[in-house]
């Protein structure tokens, strides 16, 4: 793959960076895009919408928890579709952990089309601003891709199949979040990160 910079990769996320070493593993296919920092107003643009996918594992959500998270979905189907796709942990019912991560990955792969833009949270990920990630979301529609998808994984993380088909990986902080947790705080930074593309006043 050709290295593209594009216009707006200095104020965030490029997902043209090409791979060069094996030294990327935050990355999955790509080198380090994240080398600079912008304010939100000049990464205002017109972008390529694609559609999110919010892949989860895990048991079923709280009440209160799927309140919040019906209320984000609903806030950004202004701005794009969102499938919420909930794989269940253990699928399996095993009490050995590498069966229960293999069993949990094979059912997250079934949810991942060829041409999905696969974002994998992880606590081992790269940390990221808001504003990356908006740039992440604005230049992944460039890229050829049909979809986005953001995958949470289970109690004990994400299998290998899934680790080796993401394109990117992040974590929304360097304390190890709930699932449930974390999929609040991704879905109010998806949320932010639309608001920022759009210029919008939520993002200061």
């Known amino acids: 793959m050709v290295a593209f910079v594009s216009t707006n990769s200095i104020a965030g996320f490029s997902p043209y960076a090409a791979k060069t070493d094996s030294s990327s593993a935050h990355f999955g296919r790509f ?4 080398p600079g920092e912008a304010n939100s107003k000049s990464l205002a643009r ?6 999110f996918k919010l892949l989860t594992v895990g048991k079923n959500r709280s009440t209160g928890v799927q309140m919040v998270v019906q209320e ?3 806030k950004l189907r202004r701005y794009c579709s969102v499938e919420d796709i909930q794989v269940r942990s253990n699928p399996k019912k095993t009490g050995d952990v590498k069966a229960q991560i293999k069993g949990e990955d094979i059912k997250a792969m079934q949810h991942i089309m060829p041409k999905d833009w696969v974002v994998l949270l992880d606590e081992n990920g790269k940390d990221i601003t808001s504003e990356q990630l908006a740039n992440l979301i604005g230049d992944t529609g460039t890229t050829g891709a049909s979809a986005i ?3 949470i994984g289970g109690p004990y ?3 290998q199949q899934l680790r080796m088909r993401a394109d990117v990986t992040i974590r929304l902080s360097s304390m190890v979040l709930n699932h449930q947790i974390a999929l609040i705080v991704l879905i109010e930074q998806l949320y932010r990160a639309w608001t920022i593309l759009k210029g919008q006043k939520y993002h200061h």
């Open 157 to 159: 993380g994400h299998g």
């Open 72 to 74: 984000y979905v609903e």
């Open 149 to 151: 998808v953001f995958c």
């Open 31 to 34: 080198n380090d895009p994240f």
């Open 46 to 51: 017109s972008v390529r919408v694609l559609p």
